[in-house]
């Protein structure tokens, strides 16, 4: 009887220290500076601008298994005529992943939230304080495509929605 609930002690445990463990994240090809870049729109003003919107961020681990993405440059480029030029943004922002959002499968995509966002639109701030906007982060899929950040978000009164791709490739993984 003892051997019985000593191997359902090892199994429960063994079951249990299995369920929800996560991974400390890996970045390849390593922790640095990356430089996204896409096709996005961008709205304020009442105008919708079709640009190119860059923006150049610094990927570390946190020390806890996650990472943080801390954006400290970036700019919205168009045509002479597209507007683009109107559009202000200031940094840094801030996303941390923690290693229980990133998934087991790394073609998964992951939520994150950029802190600390201002963006102008012809001068006038889009919110009365700094914003939080969602984003999903993608390692590609398959894994060998560029990673990305897609936004679909409105920010105060302005708003962005396109994606950008990382110019050259980083995958966050388990």
């Known amino acids: 009887m003892k051997n019985v609930i000593k191997k359902s002690v090892i199994g429960s445990a063994v079951v249990l220290g299995s369920i929800g463990v996560a991974q400390a994240a890996t970045v390849t090809p390593g922790v640095g500076t990356y430089t996204f870049s896409g096709s996005t729109t961008l709205s304020g003003l009442g105008l919708n601008l079709s640009c190119t919107l860059t923006l150049v961020g610094d990927v ?10 801390t954006v400290t440059d970036g700019d919205a480029t ?6 683009c030029g109107l559009v202000g943004l200031e940094f840094p922002w801030t ?8 998934p087991a ?9 950029f802190e600390n966002v201002v963006v ?13 906007v969602p984003a999903m982060y993608s390692n590609g899929d398959p894994i060998s495509d560029p990673s990305s950040f897609t936004f679909n978000a409105n920010i105060g009164s302005c708003g962005v929605v396109g994606s950008v791709s990382a110019q050259t490739d980083v995958n966050v993984t388990q």
Do not use: H, L, R, Y
Request: glycine share 16%; net charge negative; hydrophobic share 35%.
């Open 60 to 69: 570390q681990k946190d020390g806890n298994g996650g990472v943080v993405v």
């Open 78 to 83: 168009g045509s002479f005529f597209s507007g």
């Open 95 to 102: 996303a941390n992943v923690s290693a229980a959002q990133i």
């Open 105 to 113: 499968d790394p073609t998964e995509p992951v939520p994150v939230m």
């Open 120 to 132: 102008t639109a012809g001068g006038t701030d889009c919110t009365s304080s700094p914003a939080t």
